[in-house]
């Protein structure tokens, strides 16, 4: 399965012509693709074609996947050793508070559960297209180096990527080393059977902080605990705890 639909150096852009591009993005779908689908990735191709006139050195990866939560980031950019996670709004006219979690719930699983993002600053940007111009660009930043989520308009995303690159002016990243990292996310049982039932496979989701020596060992256990039962007519119960990441729910 690919981490994104489209990965690709974002000076190298102006090599490809729209219709390329987006038939690398659409060759990805497993469905139909549907007209909000073509508009949303038609406008997203044009703004990057702006955003790469200021930021030739990033790397651009469309449609990246956050398998725990079963969706896909509209555009993330790797920028003077930050990782930039942008989710687009079209028409939007403010920052609703869903599309600003919907965005920081991406940034909080890579940081969490993407290995080579962990030690890297993280920014989620929201872009209401047709929200109103404003200048504050104070971040707020959480003790582990991820951003609480900022609203912009189109216009608005390069001046606020430009105000954080100064800021941090970290060593660059290997976009491919970044992108090959492990994925280790542990969901929730709910949160499990809906990726499954968004078409990833299980080898997406079935990860956990645990060694496997750990979960075989507490598996074979609580097996073992429920032949006896079941030999002696005996009921049983089973409390399997942990800390969070320990592999209770694939226990």
């Known amino acids: 399965m690919n981490r994104a639909y489209l990965s690709l150096r974002v000076h190298d852009i102006v090599t ?18 549907e007209p909000a689908q073509r508009t ?5 191709i044009q703004h990057l074609r702006e955003l790469a006139r200021e930021l030739p050195n990033a790397h651009a990866f ?9 969706r896909r980031a509209d555009l993330i950019l790797l920028i003077n050793g930050i990782v930039f996670v942008i989710e687009y709004k ?32 993280i920014v989620p940007i929201l872009v209401a297209t047709h929200a109103p111009c404003h200048d504050n660009l104070d971040v707020q930043w959480d003790g582990d180096g991820l951003a609480r989520p900022l609203g912009v308009n189109t216009a608005g995303l390069l001046p606020a990527i430009h105000h954080l690159r100064h800021i941090w002016n970290s060593p ?15 969901p929730t ?26 979960l075989t060992n507490t598996a074979d256990y609580v097996a073992n605990a429920i032949e006896i039962a079941k030999r002696h007519k005996r ?6 705890t942990g800390v969070p990441g320990s592999g209770k729910t694939l226990v």
């Open 189 to 214: 049982i709910v949160e499990a059977a809906q990726a499954l039932y968004r078409g990833h496979a299980v080898e997406e989701i079935s990860r956990a902080e645990a060694g496997a020596e750990n």
């Open 172 to 186: 660059p990243i290997d976009s491919a080393a970044w992108e090959a990292g492990r994925y280790r996310p542990t």
């Open 16 to 33: 490809f012509s729209d219709a390329e591009l987006f038939g690398r993005l659409a060759s990805h779908l497993p469905f139909a693709l």
């Open 62 to 70: 469309m449609e990246f996947l956050i398998p725990r939560m079963g």
């Open 40 to 44: 949303a990735w038609n406008y997203q």
């Open 235 to 240: 009921k049983i119960i089973c409390f399997v």
């Open 90 to 121: 079209l028409g939007a006219i403010e920052f609703d508070r869903s599309s600003l979690d919907q965005v920081y719930g991406y940034g909080l699983d890579l940081k969490n559960f993407h290995e080579t993002s962990h030690g890297l600053p």
